[in-house]
Nanobody, 125 residues
């Protein structure tokens, strides 16, 4: 499985960006995936996650109401729509894939995921 993120870049505070994560999984497999971010010099944190089979989504408190995770199953692509961006949203954003059915004890725990993308930088000023 390969994950390739795109869509990062620079944005003004209050602006929007949409990140994409293309997953080289066979079509039809569930996309149980998450987005994490890591600001420079800080620990990685879970931002959002989804279980594509039942549509459940999860968000960090810091992004609730501003970010939305979604997917297009046919294209094996997961998106993170980010609006009302803040400088504290700056960081390297990575998508992560769980091949074990999404039975997470804690979706924010990076050890729940088997595959990771290289990341895409988001800078908000």
């Amino acid at each position: 499985v390969q994950l390739v993120e795109s869509g990062g870049g620079s944005a003004q505070a209050g602006g929007s960006l949409r990140l994409s994560c293309a997953c080289s999984e066979f079509p039809g497999h569930t996309l149980d995936m998450a987005w994490f971010r890591q600001p420079a010099g800080k620990e990685r944190e879970g931002v959002a996650a989804m279980l594509s089979g039942n549509g459940l989504t999860y968000y960090a408190d810091s992004v609730k109401g501003r970010f939305a995770i979604s997917h297009v199953q046919a294209n094996n692509t997961v998106f993170l729509r980010m609006t009302s961006l803040k400088p504290e949203d700056t960081g390297m954003y990575c998508c992560a894939h769980d091949e074990n059915g999404g039975s997470w004890a804690d979706w924010r725990d990076s050890s729940e995921y088997n595959y990771w993308g290289q990341g895409t930088q988001v800078t908000v000023s």
